[in-house]
């Protein structure tokens, strides 16, 4: 079953199901305008460090998202953050969102501004509180975008407080806000080994009619108990081997390969591409014979 969609306005162009894509980076833009037809299948960009963009920079943006599908990961709408939502810029993110048909939009499940901006996506406490607070933004933040959103589970390192485990927080977050989930394989397997949970026993808590698409992304090791969600190097084994297990629980779902900084050429990114649609194929093929 797949998210719901009945916030969404005509006219808008989502990824299918069994789709790959990559971020859009300032620093890939050339290759990314020049790559062969069919080497990805969608984009996604921040908003954030688009709005307002023009010349050169602007006009690729508007090209590729005529010639690719785009879907927006925020970065600094701080949904959990204490400070009031700043409303002109979700007002100008709907305005960005209208003009490049974006049917999915996604933001942290954290915050990140407090009387300005802190350049970190800082963890919210697993508590009955903090669902209230974050899913009344949500909501908010919902009516304005006039769209369902999404929200990333995030890595953490450190837990503020908790009445309930991560798990047991999102559920509670999805159905008190009626939003989706993105959901960010990579960031469920660092934080069971930073946290000590099962990863496999965490995604089967999860509700898949929420779940509007996956992000797998590198991670450093800095010790066989210490991860860092670093989006910097490639995908290890272990998260592709996550991906599988989330594909057999909740079905396929678009994926994006996220990659910040430390770009390799485009051709290796598109190899992990080719990782993504094996996996989504060989799920599809399971269900077919299931």
């Given at each position: 079953m797949a998210a719901t969609t009945d916030r969404l306005p005509g006219n808008l162009r989502a990824p299918a199901a069994a789709s790959a894509g990559l971020g859009?980076?300032?620093?890939l833009l050339d290759a990314l305008a020049?790559?062969?037809?069919?080497?990805?299948?969608?984009?996604e960009c921040a908003p954030d460090n688009w709005v307002g963009v023009g010349g050169r920079l602007g006009e690729a943006l508007a090209e590729l998202s005529r010639r690719h599908p785009l879907t927006c990961h925020g970065l600094s709408l701080s949904l959990g953050g204490p400070?009031?939502?700043?409303?002109?810029?979700?007002?100008?993110?709907r305005r960005f969102l209208d003009q490049h048909q974006v049917a999915l939009y996604s933001e942290h499940l954290s915050w990140c501004s407090d009387d300005g901006h802190l350049y970190e996506l800082l963890p919210l406490p697993f508590t009955g509180e903090a669902v209230r607070h974050v899913a009344a933004r949500i909501r908010q933040a919902q009516d304005i975008l006039g769209r369902r959103i999404a929200v990333e589970n995030a890595s953490y390192y450190a837990v503020p407080a908790a009445d309930m485990d991560e798990a047991g927080f999102i559920n509670a977050v999805l159905e008190e806000a009626d939003c989706d989930l993105l959901l960010d394989v990579n960031n469920v397997y660092v934080n069971a080994i930073n946290h000590g949970y099962d990863a496999h026993a965490f995604l089967a808590r999860l509700p898949s009619a929420r779940i509007a698409s996956y992000h797998v992304a590198g991670h450093h090791d800095e010790a066989d108990d210490l991860k860092i969600d670093t989006h910097g190097m490639p995908v290890k084994h272990d998260v592709w081997q996550l991906l599988a297990a989330s594909h057999a629980l909740h079905g396929v779902r678009p994926t994006l390969l996220e990659r910040d900084f430390n770009f390799p050429p485009l051709p290796e990114l598109l190899d992990e591409?080719?990782?993504?649609?094996?996996?989504?194929?060989?799920?599809?093929?399971?269900h077919a014979h299931g």
């Amino acid at each position: 079953m797949a998210a719901t969609t009945d916030r969404l306005p005509g006219n808008l162009r989502a990824p299918a199901a069994a789709s790959a894509g990559l971020g859009l980076r300032r620093s890939l833009l050339d290759a990314l305008a020049a790559a062969p037809a069919g080497a990805f299948d969608f984009l996604e960009c921040a908003p954030d460090n688009w709005v307002g963009v023009g010349g050169r920079l602007g006009e690729a943006l508007a090209e590729l998202s005529r010639r690719h599908p785009l879907t927006c990961h925020g970065l600094s709408l701080s949904l959990g953050g204490p400070s009031p939502l700043d409303v002109a810029f979700l007002q100008r993110t709907r305005r960005f969102l209208d003009q490049h048909q974006v049917a999915l939009y996604s933001e942290h499940l954290s915050w990140c501004s407090d009387d300005g901006h802190l350049y970190e996506l800082l963890p919210l406490p697993f508590t009955g509180e903090a669902v209230r607070h974050v899913a009344a933004r949500i909501r908010q933040a919902q009516d304005i975008l006039g769209r369902r959103i999404a929200v990333e589970n995030a890595s953490y390192y450190a837990v503020p407080a908790a009445d309930m485990d991560e798990a047991g927080f999102i559920n509670a977050v999805l159905e008190e806000a009626d939003c989706d989930l993105l959901l960010d394989v990579n960031n469920v397997y660092v934080n069971a080994i930073n946290h000590g949970y099962d990863a496999h026993a965490f995604l089967a808590r999860l509700p898949s009619a929420r779940i509007a698409s996956y992000h797998v992304a590198g991670h450093h090791d800095e010790a066989d108990d210490l991860k860092i969600d670093t989006h910097g190097m490639p995908v290890k084994h272990d998260v592709w081997q996550l991906l599988a297990a989330s594909h057999a629980l909740h079905g396929v779902r678009p994926t994006l390969l996220e990659r910040d900084f430390n770009f390799p050429p485009l051709p290796e990114l598109l190899d992990e591409l080719q990782v993504i649609r094996r996996l989504q194929q060989a799920a599809a093929t399971e269900h077919a014979h299931g």
